[in-house]
């Protein structure tokens, strides 16, 4: 069946933001694919990244781990862990976040299996705290991370993260060492250890001004027109009438809407664009639909398809949305389709 909503995604663009940051971090970078690759499709972004030479994923569930069978072994790990109704995977690490999941993991055995682990550095979110290292004795860990709660603010918790970090690094063995998500690579290598693991600057997202000019756009919605319209002077478009026509005005209704992940701080803020020509948004944005004016393009139709400017740090400052969840939102009603 026809889908009049689509996702354009830009495997170039993922592929150079992937060696971009793993050019600026000096190390392997893996990919955060979590989310289903923050929206864009975790099979099929998993292998673009695949062609473009990364060789470790990480997801939050068994669930997520499960549809990524095509994976080569031993190149992804399950950042949640090894939980109460988890299974592992045969190739398939988990991350071991707490005590309690060690144990399961020395239970279900055999002792030299590989698995990462997450150690806390002051985020006190998932992850073995700094005192019970101890109870690592007799695992084989394959990467040892801790997350960086800060790293896209330049405040002293980064440096104290590294530093608890660098101890860490002393004190328990492992294979490799990882601390550094899309924020902490444009922190600096400082920060890059043996692998970084970014997720949201692969996909578009800027969460430093470091990170303008290296990472480029992935991600494009694309949405039809359903119908074409003129409003007259004086009169309103869209729920509780918040745009007003000051003169005829032809409007555009497209099909996109909130339900979608274009959300409704995009109401009389977004844009869109047709052939080269801007086309402000106006009015609320409602489930399915929005209106966009359309003067400037005399020569739209029913039919033709308009992109919505989405460049995430534009689109976040636009929508009030965090870069992240403006990637994640992105519903199921979306065609994705790489180029
Ligand atoms: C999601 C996640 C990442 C990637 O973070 P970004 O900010 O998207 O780069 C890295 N490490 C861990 C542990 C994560 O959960």
Same mark, same amino acid.
């Given at each position: 069946? %026809?889908?009049p909503l689509a996702l354009?995604?830009?495997a170039a663009a993922l592929a150079g933001n992937?060696? %971009?940051l793993q050019n600026?971090?000096?190390?392997?970078a893996g990919a955060a694919i979590k989310a289903d690759a923050y929206g864009l499709g975790a099979r099929e972004a998993a292998r673009h990244l695949l062609d473009a030479g990364c060789r470790d994923f990480f997801v939050s569930t068994w669930w997520e781990a499960a549809e990524l069978d095509f994976l080569p072994p031993d190149s992804l790990a399950v950042l949640h862990g090894l939980g109460v109704n988890d299974a592992a995977l045969p190739g398939v690490r988990p991350v071991l976040v707490s005590p309690e999941q060690i144990v399961r993991w020395k239970n279900a055995g055999p002792p030299d299996a590989p698995c990462d682990v997450m150690i806390d550095t002051g985020m006190n979110r998932l992850g073995l705290r700094a005192e019970d290292i101890d109870l690592l004795e007799g695992l084989s860990i394959h990467t040892l991370h801790s997350h960086l709660a800060c790293a896209d603010?330049?405040?002293p918790v980064n440096d104290r993260q590294l530093e608890a970090f660098r101890a860490l690094r002393s004190a328990v063995p492992a294979q490799r060492y990882s601390l550094a998500n899309s924020a902490g690579i444009l922190l600096g290598r400082d920060y890059a250890f043996d692998l970084v693991r970014p997720g949201l600057a692969l996909y578009g997202g800027i969460p430093r001004a470091e990170g303008r000019g290296l990472v480029r756009q992935v991600a494009t919605p694309e949405a039809q027109i359903i119908q074409l319209r003129t409003v007259p002077a004086g009169e309103t478009v869209g729920y509780n009438a918040t745009f007003a026509a000051a003169t005829d005005t032809r409007i555009a209704i497209i099909n996109i809407g909130y339900a979608d992940g274009y959300w409704r701080g995009f109401s009389s803020r977004g844009m869109a664009r047709f052939q080269g020509r801007e086309l402000a948004v106006v009015g609320r944005v409602s489930m399915d639909l929005v209106a966009l004016k359309v003067d400037g393009a005399a020569d739209i139709r029913?039919?033709?398809w308009v992109e919505l400017a989405f460049d995430l740090e534009h689109a976040a400052q636009t929508s009030g949305m965090s870069q992240y969840e403006l990637l994640t939102g992105l519903g199921s009603r979306f065609r994705r389709y790489w180029i």
């Open positions: 069946m %026809h889908q354009r995604c830009d992937f060696h %971009h600026l971090a000096g190390v392997p603010e330049d405040i029913e039919g033709d």
